[in-house]
């Protein structure tokens, strides 16, 4: 018995914060409706990330101050693409379930395979093309209901940021300018970056930041804290953190769960509920998008 509490406790200890990060992330889609309204996505994402930016930087500060100039660059670019990501996936979960969001941005993990190989001119496995098949057909019978409805335009925005974070992923590899570039230093930049599309957008996309905050009662700002604080900041540090303790699969395997929770929240606490159809397609993106994962290993 003791032997095996030697080998279990560090691997639970690795493991717990990283299913801590995918719980918090599965839940956020639920918590952005709650807090944010139509015409107050750009503004609470300002918020957002206005809260996380100075805690960063104080951390990353003499990291930052390395940076070549071709570095901030790169930075830049992958900052308006993620400052696009959260603009498609905070008003696309405004208008659709937080289970559809959770589900359908899971699609990442099939589009950035299939995109790599599209990219080097080699055709997947058959394996894998079959669970790209069978994560779009989950798809089109979750956001349609298990009917023949077209998806929701939440539905469709979600879809599209989960092609901007397959851009965003390639774009990381591949630009020569952040290759080996500080972390910390490079997610500040990108942070930095994405905040200033929103604050550009802000005039143009409903009532101020300041506004919306004022106008938020205790309730609101506990739970922008949460995507502040839970969601953005301490998923950030354990990422970090895990990429040194732990496996890349393992840590693939442990977020990958993001979805599976986003279903969890949606229908525990937000009401949503799928018909038997539509829950088979739920099933079928989870199923789909971890045989894909695998099979592209």
Known sequence: ??????????????DLPLLMVAVVWGSSF????EVAGPGTVVAVLVLRFGLVLPVLGVVAWRRLRGLTAGQWGGGALLGLVLGGIFLLETYGAVHTSATNAGLV???TMVFTPLAEAALRRSAPSAGFLAAAGLSVLGVALLTGNGGLRAPSAGDLLVLGAAVARTV???ATARLRSVRGVDALALTWVQLAFATLVFGLAAPFAGPSPLAVAAGFDLRS????LYLSLLCTLFAFFVQ???????????VSLLLGTEPLWAAVFGIALAGDRPGPLALLGGLAVLAGTEWGRRAAV
Do not use: F, Q
């Not at 018995?1 to 690795?14: E, G, I, L, T, Y």
């Not at 970090?240 to 393992?250: E, K, N």
């Open 168 to 170: 965003n992923v390639l």
């Open 221 to 224: 700002w506990g739970l922008l």
């Open 240 to 250: 970090l953190w895990a990429v040194r303790a732990s496996s890349p699969s393992r």
């Open 105 to 107: 941005i899971s699609l």
């Open 30 to 33: 639920l918590v952005v409706k």
């Open 1 to 14: 018995m003791a032997v095996v509490s030697v080998d279990v406790r560090p691997r639970v200890v690795r």
